[in-house]
């Protein structure tokens, strides 16, 4: 955990959700991608994959503006960190987790874990379950993906971290030659939702948000506050196509569950019974 979550709202509603105060997602921001983002970057997404352009919520000051109070901005940053003493862009596909226990600690990601978190709006996000007594076609434990999210429907705050990163090949005048990337933070699974995967991202609750985006809290005891936060009976998860598997696929029927009979070796995360039998 942490490879794929849908981020399904508009960017209105994010914006409105979030208490964003400066909306910046219009703003043109370098991508690491080969070929255009699809959907659109900005656009609900339901399936964020990895080096995808999501959208992520920060408090920084406007540019150019040094006296002005930081502000709650939402912008576009690609999933995969690389931090600014990185050599080249490539190691951010690896980074795209960061565990709670020791981000403090690890050097790629100690200075973003001081003073440059975010949140990750999301509705929910996918882990796959290693089935205990089916197989595929190749003898290997079957892979049931499920959708998580939050039982009150609410939205989904996942910790994250960001970096700058400047490319050294770039002009010097080149807007584009700053690459800006985020990671998301995991912690251990909840009960239950540990049937499916033994890590879930960090889901902070709305009066946490303002705290965790606050550039100017940088004591390493207040932030592992934060990074050891729980609240266990929060998420309801279902099983739900393979098709999440492709980042080709998307749309709202990703997050629809799968019927009982189309199941095989899938374990209750609510019950831990086995449904579908044994393959």
Known sequence: ?????????????????????????????????????????????????????????????????????????????????????????????????????????????????????????????????VSPTATDAKGKPRRQPFYIHRGDEDVVALAGLYEFWRDPEAPRDDPLAWLTTFTIVTTTADPGMDRIHDRQPLVLEREDWARWLDPGLTDPDQVGELLGFAAPGRFAAHPVSRAVSSNRSNGPQLIEPVPAAELEGVVDPETGEIVGGEG
Request: charged share 25%; glycine share 6%; hydrophobic share 40%.
């Open 1 to 129: 955990m942490c490879g794929r979550y849908a981020a399904s709202a508009n960017p209105d509603e994010l914006v409105e959700e979030l208490e964003i105060d400066l909306d910046r997602l219009a703003e043109p921001a370098r991508s690491i991608l080969k070929n255009p983002q699809d959907p659109p970057a900005g656009a609900p997404d339901f399936n964020m994959a990895p080096t995808k352009q999501a959208p992520v919520v920060l408090t920084r000051r406007p540019k150019g503006e040094e006296g002005a109070d930081p502000q709650r901005q939402l912008r576009l940053l690609t999933w995969g960190l690389v931090p600014s003493w990185a050599k080249d862009a490539r190691g951010g596909v690896r980074m795209i987790n960061a565990r709670a226990e020791t981000v403090l600690e690890k050097p790629a990601y100690a200075r973003a874990a001081a003073a440059r978190r975010c949140l990750v709006p999301a509705s929910g996000w996918y882990e796959w379950q």
